[in-house]
T-cell receptor, first 113, second 112 residues
């Protein structure tokens, strides 16, 4: 298995632009998680899905952030409009029930200028 | 207050030496505790996972301990190598909860 695949690896965008981050979870994993990591706050859960359904989005910072999971093999995290304070590394993770195979992707480093 | 506290925040050690990282948590009810290694520019990778009944678990030169009574865990790195330079993150899972509680990590730098 190729693991959790995220794209792009790096994204630089201007303030106000729309940004879309993509994630392909491990096949057979029922759970998908989106995290944001900064030096100050560490890893923060933004939202997670179970069987493609959003379960807990209480970590989504503002209405500018939205996430979708149209099918079991694909999810997106969208920021519109982006702001400089959104600059961070965004990780996607997937796991089977019980979370013993919890696996992170390599992340997308987002820079908003 | 963060439910998972790690110390020291950062650590510099000589290649070949041992080191121990600490993790204290308040998550309850407890399900399991994991240690992850995160290399610069990469995602976290699982080193160990321990449930309530496990006191120690090893993965090569990494040995994790768990005291569920005092809610403390440690990660011991034996005979450190340059490739051990990374952030080590303690993660605690509450029983019946899909959210994980993350520490902010121990930043380890191994120098020759």
């Amino acid at each position: 298995d190729a693991g959790v695949i995220q794209s792009p690896r790096h994204e630089v965008t201007e303030m106000g632009q729309e940004v879309t981050l993509r994630c392909k979870p491990i096949s057979g994993h029922d759970y998908l998680f989106w995290y944001r990591q900064t030096m100050m706050r560490g890893l923060e859960l933004l939202i997670y899905f179970n069987n493609n359904v959003p379960i807990d989005d209480s970590g989504m910072p503002e209405d500018r952030f939205s996430a979708k999971m149209p099918n079991a093999s694909f999810s997106t995290l969208k920021i519109q409009p982006s702001e400089p304070r959104d600059s961070a590394v965004y990780f996607c993770a997937s796991s089977p029930p019980g979370h013993y195979g919890y696996t992170f992707g390599s992340g997308t480093r987002l820079t908003v200028v | 207050k963060n439910q998972v506290e790690q110390s020291p925040q950062s650590l510099i050690i000589l290649e070949g030496k041992n080191c121990t990282l600490q993790c204290n948590y308040t998550v309850s009810p407890f399900s399991n505790l994991r240690w992850y290694k995160q290399d610069t520019g990469r995602g976290p990778v699982s080193l160990t996972i321990m449930t309530f009944s496990e006191n120690t678990k090893s993965n090569g030169r990494y040995t994790a301990t768990l005291d569920a009574d005092t809610k403390q865990s440690s990660l011991h790195i034996t005979a450190s190598q340059l490739s051990d330079s990374a952030s080590y993150i303690c993660v605690v899972s509450a029983d019946g909860n899909n959210r994980l509680a993350f520490g902010k990590g121990n930043q380890v730098v191994v120098i020759p």
